[in-house]
C-alpha cells in the first residue's frame, strides 16, 4: 500500500514539475513576443500600423517588417560623401526653386533626384513598392511623405493633381531628401587607459 501511494505522489509531482515549467515556457513567450512587438512599433511607427492592416494581423506585419530589416541589412547602403552630399543639396535648392514657375515639372525632377540619391546610397530603385519598404528600414518617419508623395507624381502624369497637391508632395519629397543626405552621426569612442 505504501508503495501505491509513493507511486502517486511521484505521479502528482511529475505532473505538477510539467505544469510549472509550461507556464514558465508559455511566460517567457509570450514576454518575448510583447518585446518584439514592442520594439518595432517603436522602430517603425505608424509604418507598423500601416503594415498591420494591409497584412490583417500582427504576426504576419511583424514577420514583413523583420523581412524587411533583414533585407536592407544586405544591402550595401552607404552614406554620401561630402561633395555628393554637396552636389544633390544644390540640385535639390534648384528644383525647389523651380516650383514657382513650373510646379509639374519640379514635382518631376524632385521623384527623380530622391530616386537619384537612393540609388547612389545603395537602394535598388527598380520597384516603387520595394523602394519604399526599403526606406521604410531606416527612415521609418518620413516613408509614409514618400509614398504620398509619389502618389500625387502619379496624378500628375494624368492631370489630376492641383497645385495645392504639388507644393505638398514637394514638402514630402524635400522630408525624405534632407533625412538620405544628412550628414551622417559619427560616435566618438573614449579608448580605454
Known amino acids: 500500500m505504501?508503495?501505491?501511494?509513493?507511486?502517486?505522489k511521484l505521479i502528482v509531482l511529475t505532473v505538477a514539475v510539467i505544469v510549472v515549467i509550461a507556464a514558465v515556457?508559455?511566460?517567457?513567450?509570450?514576454?518575448?513576443r510583447r518585446r518584439t512587438t514592442a520594439g518595432l512599433r517603436q522602430k517603425f511607427g505608424s509604418e507598423y500600423d500601416r503594415v498591420v492592416l494591409a497584412h490583417g494581423s500582427e504576426r504576419k506585419?511583424?514577420?514583413k517588417l523583420e523581412d524587411r530589416e533583414k533585407r536592407v541589412e544586405k544591402l550595401k547602403i552607404r552614406d554620401l560623401e561630402p561633395t555628393e552630399r554637396e552636389r544633390?543639396?544644390?540640385?535639390?535648392?534648384?528644383?525647389q526653386s523651380r516650383f514657382v514657375d513650373?510646379?509639374?515639372?519640379?514635382?518631376?525632377e524632385a521623384d527623380d533626384l530622391v530616386s537619384s540619391v537612393m540609388k547612389t546610397r545603395g537602394y535598388p530603385v527598380s520597384d516603387f513598392d520595394q523602394r519604399a519598404a526599403d526606406i521604410s528600414v531606416d527612415h521609418p518617419r518620413v516613408v509614409e511623405n514618400y509614398?504620398?508623395?509619389?502618389?500625387?507624381a502619379l496624378r500628375?502624369?494624368?492631370?489630376?493633381?492641383?497645385?495645392?497637391?504639388?507644393?505638398t508632395?514637394?514638402?514630402?519629397?524635400?522630408?525624405?531628401?534632407?533625412?538620405?543626405v544628412q550628414v551622417p552621426t559619427i560616435v566618438e569612442r573614449k579608448a580605454v587607459a
Open 61 to 63: 506585419a511583424e514577420s
Open 156 to 167: 500628375l502624369g494624368k492631370d489630376q493633381a492641383s497645385t495645392e497637391d504639388l507644393r
Open 25 to 32: 515556457l508559455v511566460w517567457l513567450y509570450v514576454r518575448n
Open 88 to 95: 544633390y543639396s544644390k540640385n535639390w535648392e534648384a528644383v
Open 169 to 180: 508632395a514637394m514638402i514630402h519629397y524635400r522630408s525624405l531628401f534632407e533625412e538620405l
Open 102 to 108: 513650373s510646379p509639374k515639372g519640379a514635382v518631376a
Open 147 to 152: 509614398r504620398s508623395a509619389h502618389e500625387i
Open 2 to 8: 505504501n508503495l501505491g501511494l509513493l507511486d502517486l
